[in-house]
């Protein structure tokens, strides 16, 4: 009788231990947004997630105002990880992260990837630079302004 007390209470605690974790519930994750690595932060992404227009590029020091191939050129992250990024009249879609300080953006068509350091970012200024690829490697910078 002393062994089936044991092994009854033996059953007993091991179902108390294993339902609850057959009775737990599937949870859903939300999407956040795309701020790995480096950890942009919330108001940042806020900030940067938005319709952005070139004003100005800055190659060797030299500020100089957009001409007419980069008129329309422009970035908007956006919240869920996509991009639209038009560069020298060229317009993409693609997906973007944030990591170490740097935009990296990888646009579908024409298939091109992108890796802008952020500088700079305020409410109404987005300061991105980008080097070019070697041979060259000089730097630019692409100072933008909210699209309105």
């Given at each position: 009788?002393?062994?089936?007390?044991?092994?009854?209470?033996?059953?007993?605690?091991?179902?108390?231990?294993?339902?609850?974790?057959?009775?737990?519930?599937?949870?859903?994750?939300?999407?956040?947004?795309p701020s790995t690595g480096g950890g942009l932060s919330d108001e940042k992404t806020k900030m940067l997630c938005k319709?952005?227009?070139?004003?100005?590029?800055?190659?060797?020091?030299?500020?100089?105002?957009?001409?007419?191939?980069e008129a329309s050129d422009g970035i908007t992250p956006m919240a869920d990880g996509t991009v639209s990024l038009t560069r020298e009249g060229v317009a993409g879609t693609g997906t973007w992260t944030?990591?170490?300080?740097?935009?990296?953006?990888?646009?579908?068509?024409?298939?091109?990837?992108?890796?802008?350091?952020?500088?700079?970012?305020?409410?109404?200024?987005l300061v991105l630079?980008?080097?070019v690829p070697a041979p060259d490697l000089s730097r630019i910078q692409y100072t933008y302004s909210p699209k309105k």
């Open positions: 009788m002393k062994k089936f007390i044991k092994q009854a209470a033996f059953l007993t605690v091991c179902c108390l231990f294993t339902l609850p974790v057959f009775a737990q519930t599937k949870t859903t994750a939300t999407k956040k947004a319709a952005w227009k070139l004003d100005t590029v800055s190659a060797y020091g030299v500020d100089s105002k957009v001409n007419a191939k944030y990591a170490r300080g740097y935009i990296n953006a990888a646009i579908k068509d024409p298939a091109k990837t992108y890796s802008f350091k952020l500088v700079s970012i305020t409410d109404n200024r630079e980008y080097q």
